[in-house]
């Protein structure tokens, strides 16, 4: 697509919030327990938000009216909150926040107020109602913490399974159980719960733990597939906020970014370089992955929302809105903007999900450098990166300006 001319381009992205949002790769969960795997904030808070859009797509079939918007910025409200207060026993943090909550969210708000107010559309605002309001987004807050809880018992359930003798494990079991249960109202909860098909969605999302970005190049901080698609879904919400979209709209980009990477599950990552080495290698790629999410991963779930996800993952990066019931592709920034910026359109700014997947793995090899960690592989990828965005705007978002604030100084 053809850039724009820039001229009144805005920055889509803080910097200094991008490298926050970046923190949680490098702490680490369970590190007072024997582990046979390094579990991360990043993929934990991952793992809950694709739990979190199961239980709620679970209370909207059972009539329940679920505020998708709320659900997602609690999401990264919580995340955020969870970066600050680093990696504190969880006995310890819910006395803390028991005892001292309000004293302990105005912290972490103005910890982070440089960082948030930056963002479009009141957002820091709305992080300290979700923070300090028991009447705002309840039922958004309930399904937030019932996904924690279960992500937590899913990265829980492999250690006990290698050390069930440790002293105090079986009560730290009773405790996640217990939590649990409190939210076994919800009909997701006790879908997962019975271990069968959504569990098994929930099981192959937990996978992309697992598999690492760039796998070929050691790297600092590491970050799974799964955390990476968690970050893309995070900055094309700041950047479609910046672009006042509709609630639906930043939605869909949220969750589009989200669950982009979903079919590598069945692939394993497969780099940018191999997919383009040969002619018609990534149409085949693209086909391989869409006959086995449509084989293995949507069986999983209700057939309901099988078409949800695949507008979701299919030309994950096209521009696309729904016109008389049929999707309509190929559509420009600003014709999103100015014809299809309303939630009945059901847009989703594929372009925007496209550059903010590209800013993370470029900023996943200039951390890595930064740290002293660098190979060939991440130099090329650097190179190759800031070839195609050093100036490249989109509508009124000035990507380059972002890639140029991470450039590597000896770049």
Same mark, same amino acid.
């Given at each position: 697509?053809?850039?724009?001319?820039? #001229?009144?381009?805005?920055?889509?992205?803080?910097?200094?919030?991008?490298?926050?949002?970046?923190?949680?790769?490098?702490?680490?969960?369970?590190?007072?327990?024997?582990?046979?795997?390094?579990?991360?904030?990043?993929?934990?808070?991952?793992?809950?938000?694709?739990?979190?859009? $199961?239980?709620?797509?679970?209370?909207? +079939?059972?009539?329940?009216?679920?505020?998708?918007?709320?659900?997602?910025?609690?999401?990264?409200?919580?995340?955020?909150?969870?970066?600050?207060?680093? +990696?504190?026993?969880?006995?310890?943090?819910?006395?803390?926040?028991?005892?001292?909550?309000?004293?302990?969210? #105005?912290?972490?708000?103005? =910890?982070?107020?440089?960082?948030?107010?930056?963002?479009?559309?009141?957002?820091?605002?709305?992080?300290?109602?979700?923070?300090?309001?028991?009447?705002?987004?309840?039922?958004?807050?309930?399904?937030?913490?019932?996904?924690?809880?279960?992500?937590?018992? @899913?990265?829980?359930?492999?250690?006990?399974?290698?050390?069930?003798?440790?002293? &105090?494990?079986?009560?730290?079991?009773?405790?996640?159980?217990? /939590?649990?249960?409190?939210?076994?109202?919800? $009909?997701?909860?006790?879908?997962?719960?019975?271990?069968?098909?959504?569990?098994?969605?929930?099981?192959?999302?937990? /996978?992309?733990?697992?598999?690492?970005?760039?796998? /070929?190049?050691?790297?600092?901080?590491?970050?799974?597939?799964?955390?990476?698609?968690?970050?893309?879904?995070?900055?094309?919400?700041?950047?479609?906020?910046?672009?006042?979209?509709?609630?639906?709209?930043?939605?869909? &980009?949220? @969750?589009?970014?989200?669950?982009?990477?979903?079919?590598? $599950?069945?692939?394993?990552?497969?780099?940018?370089?191999?997919?383009?080495?040969?002619?018609?290698?990534?149409?085949?790629?693209?086909?391989?992955?869409?006959?086995?999410?449509?084989?293995?991963?949507?069986?999983?779930?209700?057939?309901?929302?099988? &078409?949800?996800?695949?507008?979701?993952?299919?030309?994950?990066?096209?521009?696309?809105?729904?016109?008389?019931?049929?999707?309509? =592709?190929?559509?420009?920034?600003?014709?999103?903007?100015?014809?299809?910026?309303?939630?009945?359109?059901?847009?989703?700014?594929?372009?925007?999900?496209?550059?903010?997947?590209?800013?993370?793995?470029?900023?996943?090899?200039?951390?890595?450098?930064?740290? &002293?960690?660098?190979?060939?592989?991440?130099? +090329?990828?650097?190179?190759?990166?800031?070839?195609?965005?050093?100036?490249? =705007?989109?509508? =009124?978002? +000035?990507?380059?300006?972002?890639?140029?604030?991470?450039?590597?100084?000896?770049?």
């Amino acid at each position: 697509m053809a850039n724009t001319s820039g #001229a009144d381009a805005r920055l889509p992205l803080n910097p200094a919030l991008i490298e926050r949002i970046y923190e949680c790769a490098s702490i680490r969960r369970w590190n007072d327990q024997v582990c046979p795997v390094e579990f991360t904030e990043l993929d934990k808070q991952a793992h809950k938000m694709v739990i979190a859009y $199961v239980l709620g797509r679970f209370e909207e +079939d059972s009539g329940t009216a679920v505020d998708w918007r709320r659900l997602v910025e609690g999401g990264i409200f919580e995340m955020l909150h969870r970066i600050v207060l680093t +990696d504190i026993k969880p006995p310890v943090f819910h006395r803390m926040m028991r005892e001292k909550g309000p004293e302990l969210n #105005a912290w972490v708000l103005r =910890t982070l107020n440089e960082e948030v107010r930056t963002v479009t559309g009141a957002v820091r605002e709305r992080f300290e109602r979700h923070l300090n309001d028991e009447s705002y987004a309840p039922l958004e807050k309930r399904l937030l913490k019932a996904a924690h809880f279960l992500a937590t018992q @899913w990265e829980f359930n492999i250690i006990y399974r290698i050390c069930p003798f440790v002293y &105090g494990i079986e009560r730290i079991k009773e405790e996640i159980e217990g /939590q649990i249960e409190d939210h076994y109202d919800l $009909v997701g909860v006790q879908k997962i719960s019975l271990r069968r098909k959504t569990a098994g969605f929930v099981d192959l999302c937990g /996978q992309l733990r697992f598999q690492q970005r760039w796998s /070929q190049s050691p790297r600092i901080p590491k970050t799974s597939v799964l955390g990476h698609m968690l970050i893309v879904g995070i900055m094309t919400y700041f950047c479609l906020c910046e672009l006042d979209a509709c609630d639906r709209r930043l939605c869909n &980009g949220f @969750w589009a970014g989200l669950l982009h990477d979903l079919p590598e $599950v069945l692939t394993r990552d497969i780099t940018s370089p191999v997919k383009a080495a040969v002619e018609g290698l990534d149409a085949i790629i693209q086909e391989y992955e869409r006959i086995h999410m449509e084989e293995r991963l949507l069986p999983l779930l209700p057939p309901g929302w099988h &078409g949800e996800l695949t507008y979701f993952m299919r030309d994950e990066f096209v521009n696309k809105a729904m016109v008389a019931g049929q999707v309509r =592709t190929g559509l420009s920034i600003e014709e999103l903007g100015a014809k299809y910026n309303h939630d009945g359109a059901n847009a989703v700014d594929g372009e925007v999900i496209r550059c903010c997947d590209h800013l993370a793995a470029f900023i996943e090899a200039t951390l890595s450098i930064s740290h &002293g960690i660098t190979s060939k592989h991440l130099t +090329d990828g650097i190179e190759r990166l800031l070839k195609q965005y050093r100036r490249r =705007t989109l509508g =009124t978002l +000035d990507f380059g300006a972002v890639f140029r604030a991470f450039e590597p100084r000896n770049a």
